[in-house]
């Protein structure tokens, strides 16, 4: 009993921690393409495709490289916002990250 009540209080005073959160590329999609994260969180983009290579270029001026398929690319978020990207050979793919405080 004790030790269960000591538990619950380290848990809750310890710092909430960064996430890591997944997006992934296919069929000329990013899924999911509009992803809530909070700031200091880490989104990963993965491409799935077989053939196509995609990347994830930034309106703020951040851009990945050239993700061939199985490459991945991460970008971690600090400062709350609103961040529309899309893929630069393929225009009609869009995706944003709101950062929450
Ligand atoms: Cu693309």
């Known amino acids: 009993m004790r ?3 000591l538990s619950a209080l380290l848990f809750a005073s310890l710092p909430a921690t960064a996430a890591e959160v997944a997006v992934r ?3 000329s999609a990013f899924d999911p393409a509009r992803i809530t994260v909070k700031a200091g969180d880490t989104v990963t983009w993965t491409n799935a495709e077989k053939r196509t290579s995609h990347d994830v270029i930034f309106e703020d001026g951040e851009r990945s490289v ?3 398929p199985d490459d991945a690319w991460s970008r971690t978020f600090a400062t709350p916002g609103r961040y529309p990207y899309h893929c630069e050979p393929h225009p009609h793919m869009k995706g944003e ?3 929450e405080p």
Request: aromatic share 0%; net charge positive.
């Open 3 to 5: 030790r269960i009540a």
């Open 25 to 27: 590329i296919d069929k």
């Open 66 to 68: 050239r993700l061939l």
């Open 97 to 99: 990250v709101v950062v």
